[in-house]
């Protein structure tokens, strides 16, 4: 007998069932921490202190308007106004997720790739989970600026469609000084993986990740 024979990790199988579940479970667990930090804390301030440190992990609270890193679509497209390009990244959102729920419901239909059907679980989730930020959370909170947020207000901090992504987790592993002789950054300090993002953000960043490390194993 071979005890050295290495042993083979297999995924669970993901069926229809179980990727409602995932996706509920994960959308679930993102809009709790989310609800969390909003009800319980202001926004955090540049220069005070984090809700949580611990060195290399931080507790925020911050309020994303754009994309991934705080990104906005009239960053890249400056001729447009703030409002137009966050009721288009908005949108976008919803074309998104209808797309991949298309997608995964074929690939649960058929003989389909197992990290494939993860992935996506994974990516949907995600999306799902901003993307109710986006939609709802203008309408159902107060503003954070200062003081806790209130949940159903007479007038939320914003329209339905413009609501804020709510991040809070931080992972700044090292920080260091750029030497002077180098242009631009020459003396700057820079910390490593200073973004801010939440449950979601990793779902998404997850399950693109295994699109990436497995591309040829999924589709070949």
């Known amino acids: 007998m071979n005890f050295?024979?290495?042993m083979k990790f297999k995924l669970?199988?993901?069926?229809?069932?179980?990727?409602l579940f995932l996706i509920l479970l994960l959308v679930g667990v993102d809009q709790a921490t989310k609800l969390y930090i909003?009800?319980?804390y202001s926004l955090s301030v540049y220069g005070q202190p984090a809700i949580v440190d611990w060195g290399f992990f931080?507790?925020?609270f911050i309020e994303n308007k754009g994309m991934a890193w705080g990104t906005k679509i009239n960053d890249i497209i400056p001729f447009l106004d703030e409002d137009v390009a966050k009721l288009l990244l908005t949108l976008f959102r919803l074309v998104a997720?209808?797309?991949l729920g298309f997608w995964l419901r074929s690939l649960l239909k058929k003989e389909s790739s197992q990290l494939l059907r993860w992935a996506l679980c994974l990516i949907f989730a995600g999306a799902v989970g901003n993307l109710i930020d986006s939609l709802f959370?203008?309408?159902l909170f107060s503003h954070s600026y200062g003081q806790v947020a209130t949940l159903f207000p007479e007038e939320g901090y914003a329209p339905f469609f413009y609501g804020h992504v709510v991040d809070m987790l931080q992972f700044p592993l090292v920080s260091w000084t750029w030497p002077n002789w180098l242009p631009l950054v020459g003396g700057n300090e820079y910390t490593f993986f200073e973004y801010v993002f939440n449950v979601a953000d990793t779902c998404i960043s997850t399950g693109v990740a295994i699109l990436l490390l497995f591309n040829k194993k999924i589709f070949g």
């Open 12 to 19: 669970p199988k993901i069926t229809l069932q179980s990727a």
């Open 97 to 99: 997720i209808g797309f």
């Open 137 to 139: 959370y203008g309408v």
């Open 4 to 6: 050295l024979h290495p």
């Open 58 to 60: 931080k507790l925020l």
């Open 38 to 40: 909003k009800l319980n």
